[in-house]
């Protein structure tokens, strides 16, 4: 075999390489930090829109009527939810279920306040 079909065998092996590694690990879908975040965003103005239409803040995230999963984090825990007047917060705990944490283990929320 000469040195240039050898070339070209090395780089078509390359480029199917490269091509069922990215077929089978490239498209694993959001992370899961990104996941609870955008769930965090919706749930603010749901809340939001929520309060407008009813008049009232919600007592809980259970008042929304919404699917568990929109109301739950990347794990399938429920959001923490709470409300002091018109200052509201819904949080989730890190992948280690504790208060605090890093990089992953970090809790992620939203605080706003609703508008009169």
Same mark, same amino acid.
């Given at each position: 075999m000469t040195q240039e079909k050898k070339t070209i065998l090395a780089l078509v092996i390359l480029i199917a390489a490269v091509a069922f590694i990215y077929l089978k690990f490239g498209q694993l879908g959001p992370s899961p930090v990104a996941t609870m975040i955008s769930r965090l965003?919706?749930? @603010?103005? %749901?809340?939001?829109?929520?309060?407008?239409?009813?008049?009232?803040?919600?007592?809980?995230?259970?008042?929304?009527?919404?699917?568990? @999963?929109? %109301?739950n984090d990347h794990k399938g825990e429920p959001f923490i939810f709470s409300a002091e007047g018109r200052a509201i917060t819904i949080s989730s705990l890190g992948a280690d279920g504790k208060t605090g944490g890093n990089m992953f283990n970090a809790d992620q929320k939203v605080e706003f306040t609703i508008p009169e």
């Open positions: 965003n919706a749930l @603010e103005t %749901t809340v939001i829109d929520w309060s407008k239409t009813n008049g009232k803040i919600p007592a809980s995230l259970a008042d929304l009527d919404l699917p568990e @999963e929109q %109301t």
